[in-house]
């Protein structure tokens, strides 16, 4: 039992899926683990354990943002004993490659938080990245399934209506894909903790094409993400 997250030791899985929404870790449960437990429901923010294919996963929803993300990543590793943490979130497209519904898998993560600037006293520009051995597991599951996965950088971003549009078109072209809101912290910790961990994301927005998808399909439609994540996390 943490502040955030009610379970008992051994309620969490060693792997964990961490959808920023909770209706999304939800649907994921439910569409694809074997015999679901719901171990919490504090702030209705849903943790589920189940299996998939045989293995033991849990899947838990983080919120929004690097604040609320830490909070949860924290937790599942300092006191759940949590080994593998793969987001599945989404993003906006930020390059002219993109499309609706794409999905990318972020190397790295550049940031605007202060969060990592006070971790190292202002004296690093810190680099956070994804595990390899589950960024090429995830390449590897796409593959095989004939489904494309875009492996770059992204930008998680403290600010979702921002107001510096010049500043994303410069990250843009400096090869930034796309942005979210986690993906930095949920790297820092993981490196933190000794742990692994891979943002997948799937584009919902376009920020040169200004498409956008209905909170419901952010919510239920991000199959071809949720499998390429599962079948990562289970080689
Ligand atoms: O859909 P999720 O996983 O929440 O991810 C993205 O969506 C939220 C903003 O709408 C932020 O959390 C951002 O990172
Ligand atoms: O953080 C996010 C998530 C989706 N779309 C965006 O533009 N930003």
Same mark, same amino acid.
């Given at each position: 039992m943490t502040a955030h997250i009610s379970a008992k030791p051994g309620d969490i899985a060693e792997t964990v899926l961490l959808p920023g929404d909770p209706l999304r870790a939800k649907w994921i449960a439910e569409t694809y683990l074997t015999d679901p437990v719901q171990y919490t429901a504090v702030r209705n923010m849903y943790g589920y354990t189940g299996t998939y294919q045989g293995h033991r996963l849990s899947i838990q929803g983080s919120g929004m943002g690097q604040p609320s993300a830490s909070i949860y990543a924290h937790e599942l590793l300092a006191e759940f004993g949590v080994k593998t943490l793969?987001?599945?979130?989404s993003a906006g497209a930020m390059s002219k490659d993109l499309s609706l519904r794409d999905v990318v898998a972020a190397i790295g993560a550049t940031t605007d938080s202060a969060m990592n600037r006070v971790r190292f006293n202002g004296l690093f520009d810190y680099a956070p990245v994804a595990d390899f051995g589950l960024l090429?597991?995830?390449v590897d599951?796409?593959? #095989?399934?004939?489904k494309t996965v875009h492996v770059g950088p992204i930008f998680s971003a403290d600010t979702f209506y921002s107001d510096n549009a010049?500043?994303?078109a410069k990250l843009a072209e400096y090869g930034v894909l796309a942005v979210e809101m986690e993906a930095a912290a949920l790297y820092t910790l993981a490196a933190k903790f000794k742990a692994r961990a891979l943002t997948l994301v799937t584009i919902s927005d376009h920020l040169i094409t200004k498409e956008v998808m209905s909170s419901e399909d952010r919510e239920r439609s991000f199959a071809d993400m949720a499998e390429i994540a599962l #079948?990562?996390?289970i080689r």
């Open positions: 793969v987001r599945v979130g090429r597991n995830s599951v796409a593959t #095989e399934k004939g010049e500043m994303e #079948e990562t996390v």
